[in-house]
């Protein structure tokens, strides 16, 4: 068994990180064989950007997923331990590193192309596993096929459990029930839905204790509790948007940091997902380079000053 260190952790990030290849290009053109385009390789996916992001805001992290044994996985390994992420329970994937392919739109947005390699079959080491949540307060999901296997362990530990849906389609995907029933706090995509508002009542209807997340992109985002529904706008920045990838990430960051370890209460903590996510969006090809905690608060304070 690996030796687990004796280090609390503030957040633990459950979920795939692989190599993402975005592919830039004014005018990506698919009648044609060829396009002269950048093509950006960089650490990736929900769990590379969830994990970095806390780690850039100086909570201490750890990550539980899968790489390959192979050149991109043990860049990713390097990647993180400059990072100072806790890798005790990053497992081999026999299938390899997960890769994504995004190709970009001018105005920041994606068409996806997703390879998860074996994460549909893979059993997480759930002795291992249980060590390194027992010395967390935040446990933050995506939803790996395996990750589902730690949600009664993370319940049965007491620590706060936050789940990101990424995006769905209809309430009553079988695959996301497991993710809705557990999570404390729910996070979701809204790219599907004009207004989630029937949505979110729905997961709470399953879940009723939860706080419910959408976000809505450059619509801003929506909060959803037993009491109310509550839409905020976008936050205002004097920064582009180059690069949507890992924007929701940023969101379920920049809120779990704020809510759940720092204590702000619950519309600030909204503001500061908000902040984060966008500031994600002015990031080209990266997530080496979120956004700080000496950044956030500078910006939330002159969110606050202009309101």
Request: aromatic share 10%; with cysteine.
């Amino acid at each position: 068994m690996k030796k687990i260190s004796n280090k609390k952790f503030d957040s633990v990030v459950i979920g795939n990180v692989g190599i993402d290849t975005n592919v830039y290009g004014s005018e990506v053109k698919f009648s044609g064989e060829s396009n002269f385009t950048e093509n950006v390789d960089y650490v990736g996916q929900a769990g590379g950007y969830a994990s970095r992001g806390y780690s850039q805001l100086r909570k201490k992290t750890a990550f539980i997923g899968y790489v390959g044994d192979d050149f991109s996985g043990r860049f990713i390994r390097d990647e993180f331990a400059r990072d100072g992420i806790d890798t005790t329970a990053l497992f081999i994937d026999p299938f390899g590193t997960s890769r994504s392919v995004n190709v970009m739109s001018p105005d920041g947005r994606r068409k996806n192309f997703y390879d998860g390699k074996g994460h549909m079959n893979l059993l997480p080491d759930l002795k291992i596993c249980k060590a390194v949540l027992a010395k967390t307060k935040l446990a933050h999901f995506n939803i790996p096929n395996w990750a589902r296997h730690l949600l009664p362990v993370a319940k049965e530990l007491g620590v706060t459990i936050a789940c990101d849906l990424q995006d769905v389609v209809t309430a009553d995907d079988p695959y996301r029930q497991d993710f809705i029933k557990y999570a404390d706090i729910l996070f979701f995509s809204a790219a599907n839905h004009q207004n989630p508002t029937a949505l979110m009542k729905t997961f709470l209807k399953s879940n009723p204790s939860a706080i419910v997340i959408a976000g809505m992109g450059a619509e801003g985002c929506a909060l959803c509790t037993r009491t109310q529904v509550e839409y905020f706008a976008p936050v205002t920045m004097d920064l582009p948007v180059i690069d949507t990838n890992g924007a929701g990430d940023g969101l379920a960051v920049g809120f779990l940091s704020s809510y759940v370890l720092d204590q702000f209460e619950l519309r600030e903590s909204i503001q500061r997902g908000q902040i984060t996510a966008r500031f994600t969006c002015a990031q080209k090809g990266s997530s080496s380079s979120l956004i700080t905690k000496e950044k956030l608060d500078r910006y939330f304070q002159a969110h606050l000053g202009s309101r």
